[in-house]
T-cell receptor, first 112, second 118 residues
């Protein structure tokens, strides 16, 4: 089964609203990361949160991590049209710290 | 400071041909990772290499796929006798040298190579 499943699969909101995406995973992790991918492009690293951290901020991004529930959330505040992209959570498991395991992503659309 | 470079950006092959994808990591990075992304899906880990060594190839198909990262030059992902199911975007990422567990803290991704098999 897949590590790092995002929810929802697709999200459409009005510009200026907040967007929340969730991620669940199955095994113990070293850290969890969020990436953005614009259509047809490569991935851009957004933020990394370690297993001993609970919350992290970066500009308009806020990430939380609940290791007891094996879940994370990404909040984008005051969304902009340029935030339209796919967002992936990715986990680095303790069992194999040499690779990142990606979920299937949330496709976020911001309506002007 | 150039980022991770991949070429070609687009590659079209007919069934049975060979595909060679190249990746030049960021300057100073000695760890390279290859991922495959099918349409509407996330990235799937294929292989992790350091210079002249394959560290983890648990995501590589057993046949037709191989990867190398020579002492000099780019990392190469080679797909022999391509089939339609190989059509995907292939991404390379690199990270700086570090201790076990730290090398994957942040991976820097290239723009990808989109392989189309006719």
């Amino acid at each position: 089964s897949q590590q790092g499943e995002e929810d929802p699969q697709a999200l459409s909101i009005q510009e200026g609203e907040n967007a929340t995406m969730n991620c669940s995973y199955k095994t113990s992790i070293n850290n969890l990361q969020w990436y953005r991918q614009n259509s047809g492009r490569g991935l851009v690293h957004l933020i990394l949160i370690r297993s001993n951290e609970r919350e992290k901020h970066s500009g308009r991004l806020r990430v939380t991590l609940d290791t007891s529930k094996k879940s994370s959330s990404l909040l984008i505040t005051a969304s902009r049209a340029a935030d339209t992209a796919s967002y992936f959570c990715a986990t680095v498991p303790y069992s194999s710290a040499s690779k990142i395991i990606f979920g299937s992503g949330t496709r976020l659309s911001i309506r002007p | 400071n150039a980022g991770v470079m991949q070429n070609p950006r687009h590659l079209v092959r007919r069934r049975g041909q060979e595909a060679r994808l190249r990746c030049s990591p960021m300057k100073g990075h000695s760890h390279v990772y290859w991922y495959r992304q099918l349409p509407e899906e996330g990235l799937k880990f294929m292989v992790y290499l350091q210079k002249e060594n394959i560290i983890d190839e648990s995501g590589m198909p057993k046949e037709r796929f191989s990867a190398e990262f020579p002492k000099e030059g780019p990392s190469i992902l080679r797909i022999q006798q391509v089939v339609r199911g190989d059509s995907a975007a292939y991404f390379c990422a690199s990270s700086p040298p570090g201790g076990y567990g730290s090398s994957t803290d942040t991976q820097y991704f290239g723009p990808g190579t989109r392989l189309t098999v006719l």
